[in-house]
């Protein structure tokens, strides 16, 4: 999360927000972000919907690891990594997406 801290000012100027999903409580992940200097938006998801709406997450089966989504202005998923962020890699995607026009 501190390295999407860093970059918030490159993924601004590639049209794209961050949003942090956790599936810890409201009130652990605002102290949690508050400790870090988090600025962007943390969702509390205890139940995973959101991993089960987007498909990237089995139905009914808990996944507590890292993992990046990069979703377009259509709800495509359009990059998916599990394990540490690949930052490089995150910019190269929204480059991509933002020359083709449909950015995130």
Sequence with gaps: ????QRNLYL???LNAQVVGV??????TLKFWGDSLGI???LLSNVTGF???FY???????????RRTVIIDRNGV???L???PPDYREILRVLKQLNREGGQP
């Design 1 to 4: 999360m501190e390295g999407h």
């Design 11 to 13: 993924y601004d100027r």
């Design 22 to 27: 956790s599936r810890d409580d409201a009130t």
């Design 39 to 41: 600025t962007f938006p």
């Design 50 to 52: 959101l991993g089960e």
């Design 55 to 65: 498909g990237v997450l089995p139905l009914g089966k808990p996944v507590f690891e």
């Design 77 to 79: 998923i359009r990059y």
């Design 81 to 83: 990594r599990d394990g």
